[in-house]
C-alpha cells in the first residue's frame, strides 16, 4: 500500500505572493532612505555603477548568487565606499535593513493563508525558496514547521539539496511528499528529480513548458489546493 502524503512543500515567491512588486517597492525605499542619509550614492553612482559592482563580488565569489541578502548588504557597502564613507560597512547593514524590511511586506494572492492555515492543520508544511524572503517577518512561522531557502543550503532549487534537506528534517520518503511552485524547472522538475510529487501553480493558465514530465497536478492558486488535499 502507498505511504499515505504527509508532507507541503511550498515555493514562496510568486507562489503565495506576487514578488515584483514587492521587489520595486523595496527597491524604492531603500532609494528614499539612501537619498535621505546618502545623498551622494545616487548623485554619484548610476545603474551602471552598481552593475559593476554586482558582477565584481559575483566574480569574486560566485556563491553569492544565491546569498542573495548577503550580495545586496555588499553591492551597498561598495557603493557607500566608494562615495566616501568611511563607516560604509554599518552603513550598509543599515540600508539593507530598510530594504529587508520592505522586501518581507508582501500581498498574497487572493485566499492563500486561509488555504495554508487548512492545509497546516492536516499536512506538515514546509517554505522552500530560492529567495531571501523571511519566514519569521513575515509571520508565517506558524504555519511552516521549517523552512529552507537556498542561502542556507547552500545551493537552489532544482539541485536536489534543498528538497533532500526538507525530506530529512520531516523524517520521510520522498513518496510522502509533495512539492507546490510557479517555476517548471526550480520547483517542478528539482522536486521530481528527487521522487517528490509536484503540483504546478500555473496562475496565468500557460501551457506546460517543460522540460521534464508535466507535473502530477496543476492549478491557478494556492487556494485550490483544498480541492487536492
Ligand atoms: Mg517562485
Redesign the pocket.
Not at 515555493?11 to 507562489?15: G, H, S, W
Given at each position: 500500500m502507498a505511504e499515505p502524503l504527509r508532507l507541503l512543500c511550498f515555493?514562496?515567491?510568486?507562489?503565495l505572493w506576487p514578488v515584483r512588486p514587492v521587489i520595486i517597492r523595496a527597491e524604492h525605499r531603500l532609494r528614499n532612505h539612501l537619498d535621505a542619509v546618502a545623498p551622494e550614492v545616487y548623485r554619484r553612482l548610476s545603474a551602471e555603477d552598481f552593475t559593476a559592482f554586482r558582477e565584481a563580488r559575483l566574480a569574486a565569489d560566485p556563491s553569492l548568487r544565491h546569498r542573495l541578502s548577503a550580495l545586496r548588504r555588499l553591492v551597498l557597502e561598495d557603493a557607500l565606499r566608494t562615495v566616501g564613507y568611511a563607516d560604509a560597512e554599518a552603513r550598509a547593514v543599515e540600508a539593507f535593513e530598510v530594504f529587508f524590511d520592505a522586501r518581507n511586506d508582501v500581498a498574497y494572492f487572493e485566499g492563500t493563508l486561509e488555504a495554508l492555515e487548512a492545509l497546516s492543520r492536516r499536512y506538515t508544511l514546509a517554505a522552500l525558496s530560492n529567495g531571501n524572503a523571511d519566514i519569521q517577518r513575515l509571520g508565517l512561522d506558524h504555519l511552516f514547521a521549517f523552512h529552507f531557502n537556498a542561502e542556507g543550503v547552500g545551493a537552489p532549487k532544482p539541485q536536489p539539496a534543498m528538497f533532500e534537506a526538507a525530506l530529512q528534517r520531516a523524517g520521510l520518503g520522498p513518496e510522502q511528499a509533495v512539492h507546490i511552485?510557479?517555476?517548471a524547472v526550480d520547483?517542478v522538475q528539482g522536486a521530481a528529480a528527487v521522487g517528490m510529487k509536484t503540483v504546478w501553480v500555473n496562475e496565468s493558465g500557460a501551457p506546460w513548458p517543460g522540460p521534464g514530465p508535466a507535473p502530477d497536478w496543476t492549478v491557478p492558486h494556492v487556494p485550490a489546493l483544498l480541492e487536492i488535499f
Open positions: 515555493d514562496l515567491d510568486d507562489t511552485g510557479d517555476h520547483d
